[in-house]
């Protein structure tokens, strides 16, 4: 059973800090994921892309987090993380932790809360 936890949201004030990270567990990490990648939902918005990092070593980023925040991993822990500086009031959302297989399949973990007071 394919399972991804995200953990390291809460609260911080504009400008601070916080790094989140996904452990997965149930398939091979390195060997059958495409990319794992970093969402967020705001409250009454659809859930975007933050940050996506491939196989192949390529990372992308939204407009709106681009130079505030990097996705990295560690493969030999099967770890995704996302650091996120400077962080804004509009940066607060539930976090989303996704895995994409070679063959397509998406699996996403369970979120984690992330509000940035002003």
């Known amino acids: 059973q394919v399972r991804l936890v995200e953990s390291g949201g809460g609260l911080v004030q504009a400008g601070g800090s916080l790094r989140l990270s996904c452990v997965s567990s149930?398939?091979?990490?390195?060997?059958?994921?495409?990319?794992m990648s970093w969402y967020r939902q705001a409250p009454g918005k659809q859930r975007d892309l933050v940050a996506a990092s491939t196989s192949g070593g390529n990372t992308n980023y939204a407009d709106s987090v681009q130079g505030r925040f990097t996705i990295s991993r560690d493969n030999a822990k099967n770890t995704v993380f996302l650091q996120m500086n400077s962080l804004k009031p509009e940066d607060t959302a539930v976090y989303y932790c996704?895995?994409?297989?070679?063959?397509?399949?998406?699996?996403w973990g369970q979120g984690t809360q992330v509000t940035v007071s002003s």
């Open positions: 996704n895995a994409q297989t070679h063959s397509g399949t998406d699996y």
């Open positions: 149930g398939i091979i990490f390195s060997f059958r994921i495409k990319s």
